[in-house]
């Protein structure tokens, strides 16, 4: 039980902590950079709430155990296997250069030990997940091709910290070379145990914890699990991390993972909390202060040698120039785990104080950078257009098309908007950065390219004067502004239909130029709409009005429709009519029919309302005007009476 003293400090130091995230939030500073000020302000160089540190570490070591056991929840191999190669390549070449330059300049710079050098430059080489990830989340880029690829590496760092800690003896001289394949070997038949025996028994367990239908006993059991499996783990030489980290990697493909991952974060976020204070108590405020030219310079040569790092490995594993750059920003401060690797090394006697503490000081300082990094990140990307056009525009092949449509993307949007265009006959071209998109697209008979959507280049390569418009499905909303404007310069007048996130984003988009921007956040709360009212029994045409209602009401900027009757001014007999349209193929029965030669009325019990032909809508119809091919007719009648009118009008 905690003493009373040391249960007052815990309170007075959460209540810093508080104080510090709430107020700094205003600055954009990330939690855990305030959870590390906290340290420091309630830490022996401050105003002394703790005075040894070492009293909150057996609670902070708890925190970092259930932290590890999350990202191991989080970390899904399934999702990884997707886009393994690039991940592996541009990860490993990240970790490896980054550390090799960090390592190399040390030892040119100074008379540094080269494992000094290397454990350094491994420390360096980690990026921070938890701010990163925040950051893209807010900016709406975790879905974007630097996004994805940003987590895909953030990811396998967090997998490398395994090894990386396993190197920390070896590197501290406290196992020889020659014992290195023996350490090695230990290591991993510890990790398979460890793997093997959470595979096997920790499902079993919260089978058997949930049989019991008692709803305290779950969050019991995944306390035990991550506490317990960490603990057997440094019986068995690894450290309490790594095990942890295992335990929740086995469960993260169970049934269990997302009641896992509820149930412990709560006491994660409140015990890794002490973690990073723990981490703030250690840096020495008079050594900092002191050496505070220094410790910006470092932060600064950090983010610039890591990003560059980083950007390099990228294009050498055929990233596109833009999201190598992009990404390799997002990668340009020390991360949370390199603080683990960290205090590993000071308490293997590997790292001196002096040392130690510059390091403690650079890192807080990239980590307080990286919101302001992420931001500035495309437009650095874009000064270096030049050299990227170069690379992207690369799209030889193309036909000389006109009056075809440009598609930019093809996820799933884009498959759809294609099979469209391709059913209806109307030519297209797609253009994406996925290299290995391009490649299976291609082979199914896809007429798509390899380029980037932004470049002007690429969009002339794709013949932009000559189209008749452009879908936008890019998933990078700082893209979509950059293609609207681009495209805009080369064609004023070209219709540009984009598809965005955000109501926000769809009204920046349209006020640079795009003709429609439809947003996802509000297209998808119509449709929910849509299907309450559908099975609600509210006809068809009713749920059409007032979904244009809301769009307009909600889009200030998205172009106003042909005005259409409110729904409270519909007679209530026209309110229940439900109205379908059928488009007349060339090859139908009912082309070149006169309306009273098809008879519908009699045949099948539905009306042709008005037939839309072009551009053009005809609604005073008379008996003798005639279906052309391609026209859209709208029927008016119930259910079984448009079917029937369906079948006379294709087959007679």
């Known amino acids: 039980m905690l003493e009373h003293n040391l249960l007052a400090d815990l309170v007075l130091t959460y209540a810093v902590a508080l104080f510090l995230v709430v107020t700094l939030a205003r600055l954009r500073v990330p939690s855990i950079v305030a959870m590390m000020l906290a340290g420091v302000v309630a830490g022996p160089w401050g105003i002394r709430i703790i005075d040894t540190p070492e009293e909150v570490e057996m609670l902070a070591e708890i925190g970092i155990v259930l932290l590890l056991f999350t990202v191991g929840l989080d970390f899904s191999l399934a999702a990884m296997k997707q886009i393994w190669r690039t991940i592996l390549a541009a990860g490993s070449l990240q970790i490896v250069g980054t550390a090799g330059l960090v390592a190399a300049l040390l030892v040119l710079a100074g008379r540094i030990p080269i494992p000094v050098a290397i454990f350094i ?28 690829l940003t987590v895909g590496i953030l990811l396998l760092q967090d997998l490398a910290i395994v090894v990386l800690l396993l190197l920390v003896p070896i590197l501290s001289g406290k196992t020889t070379l020659s014992a ?41 059991a995944i306390l035990v699990a991550s506490v317990g499996t960490a603990w057997l783990s440094s019986l068995l030489g690894l450290s309490m991390a790594v095990g942890a980290f295992l335990a929740g990697l ?5 049934e269990f993972s997302h009641q896992a991952y509820a149930e412990v974060r709560p006491i994660r976020d409140v015990l890794s909390g002490l973690f990073f204070i723990s981490l703030g108590m250690l840096i020495e405020l008079p050594v900092v202060l002191a050496h505070l030219p220094l410790i910006i310079g470092v932060a600064g040569a950090i983010i610039v040698g890591k990003a560059a790092a980083a950007s390099g490995a990228l294009v050498a594993s055929m990233s596109p120039l833009r999201v190598a750059i992009m990404t390799g920003i997002g990668l340009a401060q020390v991360g949370e785990f390199s603080f683990i690797l960290g205090r590993a090394g000071v308490d293997s006697g590997l790292l001196p104080s002096a040392m130690w503490q510059t390091m403690l000081g650079a890192s807080v300082a990239t980590m307080i950078a990286t919101p302001s990094l992420l931001a500035m990140a495309p437009s650095v990307a874009s000064l270096f257009r030049t050299g990227e056009s170069v690379r992207t525009s690369v799209v030889t092949g193309i036909p000389a098309l006109s009056g075809h449509v440009i598609v930019l993307g ?23 950065l996925n290299g290995a998109t391009v490649r299976r ?24 004067e000559h189209a008749i418009a452009i879908v936008s499905l890019l998933s990078d909303p700082d893209a979509a502004e950059r293609m609207v404007k681009t495209a805009r310069q080369i064609s004023p007048a070209i219709p540009i239909v984009v598809r965005t996130r955000y109501r926000l984003e769809a009204e920046r988009l349209q006020a640079l130029g795009a003709t429609v921007a439809v947003a996802e956040e509000l297209e998808a709360s119509l449709e929910v709409v849509a299907q309450m009212l559908a099975r609600l029994h509210v006809a068809g045409n009713v749920i059409e009005t007032l979904l244009d209602v809301f769009r307009r009401e909600s889009v200030s900027l998205r172009p106003v429709r042909a005005p259409r009757p409110m729904l409270q001014s519909l007679p209530e007999a026209i309110q229940q009519m439900p109205v379908a349209t059928h488009r007349v193929g060339n090859s139908q029965w009912g082309v070149g ?16 309302l008005a037939i839309q032909r072009s551009d053009t809508y005809l609604t005073a119809l008379s008996p003798a005007d005639r279906i052309e091919a391609n026209d859209v007719l709208y029927l008016v009648g119930d259910e079984s009476d448009v079917m029937l009118a369906r079948q006379r009008l294709m087959e007679g």
């Open 593 to 608: 029919k006169s309306i009273g030669e098809l008879n519908l009325r009699a045949h099948s019990g539905a009306s042709i």
């Open 410 to 432: 093809f996820g799933v949007g884009g498959r759809l908007v294609a099979r469209s265009l391709r059913d209806l006959g109307v030519p297209y071209i797609i253009l994406e």
């Open 441 to 464: 697209a291609r082979a199914e008979g896809e007429r798509i390219f390899y380029g980037d959507a932004t470049s002007p280049e690429s969009l002339h390569a794709a013949r932009l």
């Open 121 to 148: 430059g491994l420390f360096v080489a980690l990026s921070s997940t938890a701010i990163v990830l925040k950051g893209l989340a807010e900016r709406n880029e975790l879905s974007s091709p630097h996004g994805r």
């Open 250 to 254: 086995m469960l993260a493909e169970s």
């Open 180 to 220: 290195v394949p023996m350490a090695l070997g230990k290591a991993l038949l510890a990790i398979a145990a460890v793997a093997g025996g959470s595979r096997l028994v920790l499902p079993r367990l919260l089978r058997f914890v949930t049989a019991s239908r008692r709803r305290e006993a779950f969050p019991l």
